[in-house]
């Protein structure tokens, strides 16, 4: 209890580790710690475990490189903090530094990047995903202007101080073709601090960085669940267009909308083994009868 008395988990019942005697077995806890990139699969191939012929396999994750980078850059009056000063390890019960915003930006030379936003913690970190396609993703930086130094109170406005907290909106504007300085931006909108950011960004050094440039690692690493190459975590998605009032077996007969369109979207994931299945678990996408589309 000393260890995880604060970490919050999901009680839903048998199906996720709950037993007969009320007793958890297995915990489920909900993470948002990384960013993830995902192929959209055109066709079952050996290299995904997919029943359906179109699907989303996870090609990159994160993993645990916020907490490192975050923890070895920001120390413990830093690390997985809230909004507020103090509250240092406050959110590591919760969503950690929290992801919350991202965009991709594409330089004129070709080389991609993409910028998430760390919510709680403030951050921006890079990552140069030019060659995804062939399993390769780079760290390039970390950047924060965030005055961890500074106290003010939850549920209050930062002062102009404190610097830049909470990125909630990232836009990318990509060098110009007649540039010779190959300078791109990155435009931020921190929430809390009710603030704007602009960094300027080098498109023209091509790459020319360490590649593994990501901190030593503080935190001890424990091993990740789903690390497995030959179990790549899948979601199988079929959307299938259906008519209003084309026949009583859709079982979603609406008088007034007769020859509406609506869709029936299926995503599959087998939480007990990263394969998809074939069970159709559907939910609607579509309007009740009389609304206007």
């Known amino acids: 209890d000393d260890n995880l008395g604060r970490l919050q988990i999901l009680n839903a019942g048998e199906e996720y580790g709950l037993n007969e005697d009320d007793e958890f077995e297995k915990l489920y806890a909900f993470g948002s710690r990384d960013w993830a990139a995902w192929q959209i699969e055109g066709g079952l191939d050996e290299s995904c475990p997919c029943d359906y012929p179109y699907a989303l396999r996870e090609v990159f994750s994160s993993y645990d490189d916020f907490e490192q980078i975050t923890a070895a850059e920001l120390g413990f009056d830093g690390f997985n903090t809230d909004f507020f000063v103090s509250s240092s390890d406050t959110r590591s019960d919760g969503k950690g530094p929290e992801p919350e915003s991202i965009t991709v930006g594409t330089c004129n030379n070709g080389v991609v990047y993409t910028f998430i936003g760390l919510e709680r913690v403030g951050a921006i970190v890079v990552y140069d ?165």
């Open 129 to 293: 995903i030019t060659d995804l396609e062939d399993g390769e993703v780079h760290y390039v930086e970390y950047m924060n202007t965030r005055d961890f130094s500074i106290s003010y109170e939850d549920d209050t406005r930062p002062p102009a101080s404190a610097g830049d907290v909470e990125p909630e909106q990232l836009v990318f504007i990509p060098d110009a073709e007649d540039d010779d300085t190959e300078t791109a931006y990155l435009i931020v909108a921190y929430k809390t601090s009710a603030s704007l950011g602009v960094y300027a960004f080098d498109c023209g050094c091509h790459r020319n960085y360490k590649k593994d440039n990501k901190p030593d690692p503080v935190i001890p690493d424990k091993g990740t669940a789903d690390t497995c190459d030959s179990q790549s975590p899948c979601i199988n998605v079929d959307i299938r267009p259906i008519v209003i009032g084309e026949s009583e077996n859709d079982g979603i007969i609406l008088d007034d909308e007769e020859g509406k369109e609506m869709y029936v979207v299926c995503m599959s994931f087998d939480i007990h083994n990263p394969y998809c299945t074939k069970d159709d678990e559907f939910f609607t996408y579509g309007v009740e009868a009389g609304q206007e589309y």
